[in-house]
């Protein structure tokens, strides 16, 4: 309040001052230029320059104000202009989240044209319209954010492939990413993806020869990657053993397939089932028995012992005794208990075979177990608990059933 006072009595003093001076001398200005003749006071002249000096602050402010305006004076404004465009960003990220393609599309391109960095908004603009399926929009969107950002070549080039992929053009996507790769060899997602296409295309053989790469630059965990190369060998054994030879499908292909692993992939469990399973469904089923018997001598496995009660050997009666001699190390091993059954009534063994179904059904109620017996009990004139088997087994329905010889029908 004291400073108030303070201020009202210096303009009063200041205001009484100026007046004292006009009063006591007014002074003379004289502006002359050709035909143009000033004259006044000095006191009205400075009056003058001071209105004009109003006169010009007040413009400048109103110009700046329209020049800035919110919308209310001026929506074409700068200010309003990167307002809009915030809000085209928002909602196109929002509507792509939400799959408005339509929508995300339009407000994507129209964020990307007036962003400085408009890269992302170009990706997800030619991801809505090839959601929409109009592929050459896409495809123009994406030259378009090239030619904004020449230096995210990899990115948009990646970004194509996967599009690419979507859409179902399988071969162009694997062009874009053999291109990318050549570029960039050891760039972790051009590998990622090239792997997953190549996968997705059922191309082991350019899989396997992938997995160096995948290796040597630490694309995949080792778990993951461990077992993408156990499928990749394993697949790959299955196309070569349907691959024809001089018009023939053999077993030459398969061999050569299992050659090429090395000598620890030979002793993986997973990889010998599928070398074995291979064989089997080939006719090779001596062969078959040979591979099995070793590596389940090497190192006993659930799911080999299961295969080998599927194959017939050469010597049904040894192999049975091979059989039973993995027994003493696995006496409540299911699949093993399952396999001797099968190999018994591969010998004609009716009531050894019922004895090792049975004992395998009361560690595992297994569908195949349950088939096998219900067969072998059917043929015994057991009816009723052969359909009760098979009941139960139809809740487990398997198709792994071996067509093993059964004792002939008993009639009452």
């Given amino acids: 309040m004291k400073r108030l006072y303070v201020i009202v009595f210096l303009l009063i003093a200041a205001a009484a001052a100026l007046g004292l001076a006009i009063a006591e001398h007014a002074g003379y200005v004289l502006i002359a230029y050709k035909s143009f003749r000033y004259e006044s006071s000095l006191w009205a002249t400075l009056a003058l320059i001071a209105v004009l000096w109003l006169l010009f602050w007040g413009i400048k402010v109103l110009v700046e104000l329209v020049m800035t305006s919110s919308g209310v004076v001026n929506p074409w404004s700068r200010r309003n202009r990167s307002r809009r465009v915030q809000v085209a960003i928002e909602h196109g990220q929002l509507d792509l989240a939400e799959g408005r393609w339509a929508s995300a599309q339009r407000h994507l391109h129209r964020a990307a044209e007036a962003e400085r960095q408009p890269l992302l908004y170009y990706l997800g603009a030619a991801r809505a319209a090839n959601e929409q399926g109009h592929y050459e929009e896409s495809d123009n969107l994406l030259e378009r954010a090239l030619e904004r950002q020449p230096q995210a070549e990899l990115a948009i080039a990646l970004s194509h492939a996967q599009l690419q992929t979507d859409r179902g053009d399988t071969d162009g996507a694997l062009a874009t990413l053999q291109a990318m790769h050549e570029r960039h060899p050891h760039n972790a997602q051009t590998l990622r993806q090239l792997q997953r296409l190549l996968q997705q295309r059922g191309d082991w053989s350019a899989v396997i020869r992938l997995l160096p790469e995948l290796r040597k630059d630490k694309v995949l965990p080792p778990a993951e990657l461990t077992e993408l190369e156990r499928r990749a060998w394993g697949e790959n054994l299955s196309l070569a053993a349907h691959q024809e030879e001089d018009g023939k499908v053999g077993l030459q292909s398969l061999t050569r397939a ?38 389940l001598k090497r190192n006993f496995d659930s799911h080999l012992a299961r295969l080998y009660g599927l194959i017939r050997g050469s010597d049904p009666a040894r192999q049975l005794q091979t059989a039973e001699g993995w027994l003493k190390d696995h006496p409540a ?6 396999t001797l059954g099968r190999l018994c009534l591969q010998n004609s063994l009716w ?3 019922r004895d090792y179904l049975e004992s395998s059904l009361r ?11 219900a067969r072998l009990l059917a043929q015994l004139g057991d009816t009723e608990r052969s359909n009760q088997l098979f009941q139960e087994g139809l809740g487990m329905l398997d198709e792994r059933l071996l067509a093993s010889p059964l004792p002939a029908p008993v009639y009452a």
């Fill in 351 to 353: 009531g050894k075979a």
């Fill in 363 to 373: 560690v595992q109620r297994n569908p195949e177990a349950c088939a096998e017996l």
């Fill in 333 to 338: 091993d299911p699949s093993l208990l399952l």
């Fill in 258 to 295: 299992w050659q090429q692993l090395t000598s620890a992939q030979r002793q993986e469990p997973q990889l010998v089932l599928a070398y074995a399973e291979q064989l089997r469904q080939l006719g090779a089923q001596v062969e078959a028995e040979e591979v099995l018997r070793t590596a």
